[in-house]
C-alpha cells in the first residue's frame, strides 16, 4: 500500500512595509500586527495536524510565520537556504507611495526578457531548488505532513512546474496569498494532487491579494 505523505508550502504573512520597498532577501522586514495574527490563524487552522517537520527560508519573516505552528506542535524548523525569496534587480526600489523604479529609464534595461526573467533569478532555478526542498520535506515527513514556509514568487513558480504549466505570467494572476497554503499530497514518491486553500482569506484586505513587494517577479506600479 502507498504511502501518503502531504507538504504545504505557507507564504508568510503581511510584512510590515509602509514605504513600499520592493525588499526580496533584505534584512529587517518582519511581520506586521496583521501578518502575526495570519500566522496564528495558519496555527488555529492546521496546528492539530498530523504535522511532524517544518522548514522555513531563513528569513525573518517566515520564522515569525511558522512561529505558532511550532509552538503548537512542539517542533523546531531547519532553516533551509533553498525556500528563501527569489533574487531581484530591483531590491531595494520603491513600487508604492506614489513612487515607481520603473518609470526610470535607467531601470529598462533590465526587462528585456520577462521568459526568463531578465530582472532577476530564473524561473528554473528558483523551481529546482525548490523542487528539491521539498523532496527533503516530503521524505523527512515520510506518512506525515510537513511545512515549508516560504515566499510567492517561489511557491507559485514550484506549482507552476509541477503543474507543466509555463513559468511567464502575470504576478497579479498568481493564486497564492498572504498565508495561503499550496499543498502537494505523494502517494510514495509520486503527487497525485495539488490543493490549495486560505487560512487566513478573510483578514486580507479587500484589494490586496495579489503580488506584494517581496516578489522576484516583475513590481506592479500599486501596491496591491
Not at 53 to 77: F, M, N, W
Not at 183 to 199: A, C, G, I, K, M
Request: hydrophobic letters at 35%; one cysteine or more.
Amino acid at each position: 500500500m502507498a504511502v501518503q505523505t502531504t507538504v504545504h508550502l505557507l507564504r508568510h504573512g503581511e510584512v510590515h512595509n509602509p514605504t513600499g520597498v520592493l525588499y526580496g532577501r533584505m534584512p529587517g522586514f518582519v511581520l506586521s500586527d496583521l501578518g502575526r495574527r495570519m500566522a496564528q490563524r495558519v496555527a488555529d487552522t492546521i496546528g492539530d495536524r498530523d504535522i511532524t517537520h517544518v522548514r522555513i527560508s531563513p528569513l525573518d519573516r517566515t520564522r515569525e510565520t511558522a512561529q505558532p505552528l511550532l509552538d503548537a506542535r512542539g517542533l523546531e524548523p531547519v532553516v533551509d537556504e533553498r525556500v528563501v525569496e527569489s533574487w531581484s534587480k530591483f531590491e531595494g526600489e520603491h513600487f508604492g507611495a506614489g513612487r515607481n523604479a520603473l518609470k526610470h529609464p535607467a531601470n529598462w534595461r533590465h526587462l528585456w526578457n520577462p521568459f526568463r526573467p531578465s530582472w532577476g533569478e530564473p524561473y528554473a532555478e528558483i523551481a529546482a531548488r525548490m523542487v528539491a526542498a521539498v523532496a527533503d520535506a516530503r521524505d523527512a515527513a515520510r506518512g506525515h505532513e510537513a511545512v515549508v514556509v516560504s515566499h510567492q514568487l517561489p511557491i507559485w513558480t514550484t506549482r507552476l512546474h509541477v503543474e507543466r504549466r509555463r513559468f511567464l505570467h502575470d504576478p497579479r494572476q498568481r493564486q497564492c496569498t498572504l498565508c495561503s497554503l499550496t499543498s502537494l499530497h505523494y502517494e510514495d514518491d509520486r503527487l497525485v494532487r495539488l490543493t490549495y486553500s486560505e487560512p487566513a482569506g478573510d483578514l486580507i484586505p479587500v484589494g490586496d491579494r495579489s503580488a506584494p513587494f517581496s516578489a522576484g517577479g516583475a513590481p506592479e506600479e500599486e501596491r496591491p
